[in-house]
């Protein structure tokens, strides 16, 4: 064969293996703010280069909004090829059902096992011994993220823990700072909640409630303690009138409120607003009382497709996504920690770096994803977005509520 038909056969091969190659992937997630949209475009990028194409089916209005829509195309026989849920139980009954790709052979060639840390992510991947989901990354809700500048105009100095925030807030209200900022969205409140049980009746009590049910501690006294404080913040927020929590993020970020007790992934809009840890901004893991980091996060889920080439295009952006530098140019953009101990984190601001000791350290915990089913945690989120609406309705009540939700909770 002459050098020109060398060339041709070469030409050719390679338009055949691209065009066998290069498919369409539609990926759904919930990730629609700044900084989550500077993140999701770091997978989007890295796909790209692979000649494939990320179609991008963001869903507006938070992971509340966008799980109904994505659990029901997937039942009703319309999936995407790639989707986000939180780690945990909220896949569940579609890995049951059969409709979730099994990873498990991707997962062993590339040995997610020795690599993913720490292990309860691949854990709650796994059903019967096989992995579903790939984890992306470590985001903790533990933590509580105040602007400098609202304390120094109130003339306080930024609080080191709970305690001290919540004695600020007199002074903040008369500066005419709002003292904590609160979306309305269902999981806010419930999530400011449990990051309260942690902080202040530790995380013993926590995995007990959450992961055990323990009824009767829920209606106990440590949690009275918890609901009290919940009381004051419900206080603190009465006049945080906004629904989304980066716009809740965003009063912080302006001065407009003192703080917020929220996940990592606010970190993400800091960042897009040009903020810097420690000099704008400071953050408290576990409210400064009780730090530790909450191993829960996000993981794609990969429906069962009759495509081959799309198939084979999904096996590709799941080994993606767990690649060093897609995980840590993703992360840095969200806030959250990477999934795998092996990378390079130099940039990390200084509450990433806070972050990263707590879990060198070892003091971890798991998401209520983690340890509730999906179903119990709806009533938990109901219940507290109408106590922090209804300030008829007091710490007791509530509590005795909450304990009852627990008591028939799975
Ligand atoms: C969480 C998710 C985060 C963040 C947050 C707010 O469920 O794990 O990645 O996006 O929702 O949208």
Same mark, same amino acid.
């Given at each position: /064969?002459?050098?020109?038909?060398?060339f041709l056969a070469g030409a050719s091969l390679l338009a055949l293996s691209t065009s066998a190659k290069a498919v369409d992937l539609e990926v759904?997630?919930?990730?629609?703010?700044?900084?989550?949209?500077?993140?999701v475009a770091e997978f989007a990028k890295a796909f790209d280069a692979t000649g494939n194409k990320w179609v991008d089916g963001?869903?507006?209005?938070?992971?509340?909004?966008?799980?109904? !829509?994505?659990?029901? $195309?997937?039942?009703?026989?319309?999936?995407m090829a790639a989707?986000?849920?939180?780690?945990?139980?909220?896949?569940? @009954?579609?890995?049951?059902?059969?409709?979730?790709r &099994?990873l498990?052979?991707i997962?062993?060639a590339e040995?997610?096992?020795? !690599?993913? $840390?720490?292990?309860?992510?691949?854990?709650?991947?796994?059903?019967?011994?096989?992995?579903?989901?790939v984890?992306v990354?470590?985001?903790?809700?533990?933590?509580?993220?105040?602007?400098?500048?609202? =304390?120094?105009?109130?003339?306080?100095?930024?609080?080191?823990?709970? *305690? @001290?925030?919540?004695?600020?807030?007199?002074?903040?209200?008369?500066?005419?700072?709002?003292?904590?900022?609160?979306?309305?969205?269902?999981?806010?409140?419930?999530?400011? =909640?449990?990051?309260?049980?942690?902080?202040?009746?530790?995380?013993?009590?926590?995995?007990?409630?959450?992961?055990?049910?323990?009824?009767?501690?829920?209606? +106990?006294? @440590?949690?009275?303690?918890?609901? @009290?404080?919940?009381?004051?913040? $419900?206080?603190?927020?009465?006049?945080?009138? %906004?629904? *989304?929590?980066?716009?809740?993020?965003?009063?912080?970020?302006?001065?407009?409120?003192? +703080?917020? !007790? /929220?996940? &990592?992934?606010?970190?993400?809009?800091?960042? %897009?607003?040009?903020?810097?840890?420690?000099?704008?901004?400071?953050?408290?893991?576990?409210?400064?009382?009780?730090?530790?980091?909450?191993?829960?996060? &996000?993981?794609f889920?990969f429906?069962?497709l009759?495509d081959e080439a799309k198939t084979a295009a999904q096996g590709e952006l799941a080994k993606l996504m767990m690649s060093p530098e897609v995980q %840590?140019a993703f992360?840095?953009?969200?806030?959250?920690?990477?999934? $795998?101990?092996?990378?390079?984190?130099?940039?990390?601001? &200084?509450?990433?770096?806070?972050?990263?000791?707590?879990?060198?350290?070892?003091? !971890? #915990?798991?998401?209520?994803?983690?340890?509730?089913?999906? *179903?119990?945690?709806?009533?938990?989120?109901?219940?507290?977005?109408?106590?922090?609406?209804?300030?008829?309705?007091?710490?007791?009540?509530?509590?005795?509520?909450?304990?009852? #939700?627990?008591?028939?909770? *799975?």
């Open positions: /064969m002459n050098t020109f038909k060398l759904t997630h919930w990730w629609t703010s700044g900084g989550e949209a500077a993140a963001a869903i507006a209005g938070s992971g509340g909004t966008a799980r109904p !829509i994505m659990i029901s $195309r997937i039942t009703g026989g319309d999936p989707t986000q849920f939180n780690h945990g139980r909220q896949a569940e @009954e579609l890995v049951e059902a059969g409709l979730m &099994d498990t052979d997962a062993t040995g997610w096992k020795d !690599i993913v $840390r720490p292990s309860s992510l691949l854990d709650s991947c796994t059903l019967d011994g096989k992995i579903y989901c984890p990354n470590i985001h903790s809700q533990q933590w509580l993220w105040l602007s400098n500048a609202a =304390f120094e105009k109130a003339g306080v100095p930024v609080p080191t823990n709970w *305690d @001290e925030y919540a004695a600020a807030a007199p002074a903040l209200e008369a500066a005419g700072i709002i003292p904590l900022a609160m979306g309305q969205q269902s999981w806010q409140t419930s999530l400011a =909640f449990q990051v309260l049980v942690v902080a202040l009746a530790g995380s013993d009590v926590y995995n007990k409630v959450y992961g055990d049910k323990d009824a009767e501690l829920a209606a +106990g006294p @440590e949690l009275a303690k918890v609901f @009290e404080a919940a009381d004051k913040a $419900r206080a603190m927020s009465a006049n945080s009138k %906004v629904q *989304d929590w980066n716009q809740a993020t965003n009063m912080v970020i302006t001065g407009q409120a003192a +703080g917020q !007790i /929220m996940g &990592d992934w606010a970190q993400g809009e800091f960042a %897009v607003a040009g903020q810097v840890a420690g000099t704008d901004y400071t953050c408290l893991p576990g409210l400064g009382v009780n730090e530790v980091i909450q191993t829960g996060g &996000d993981a889920y429906p069962v009759k %840590v992360n840095l953009k969200k806030g959250s920690l990477p999934v $795998r101990g092996d990378v390079n984190l130099e940039a990390a601001n &200084d509450c990433m770096k806070k972050g990263l000791d707590i879990l060198a350290k070892g003091n !971890i #915990i798991q998401s209520p994803d983690q340890l509730m089913s999906a *179903d119990s945690l709806t009533q938990v989120n109901d219940l507290f977005v109408e106590f922090f609406n209804t300030p008829s309705i007091t710490a007791a009540d509530a509590q005795k509520r909450f304990a009852d #939700i627990v008591a028939s909770a *799975d």
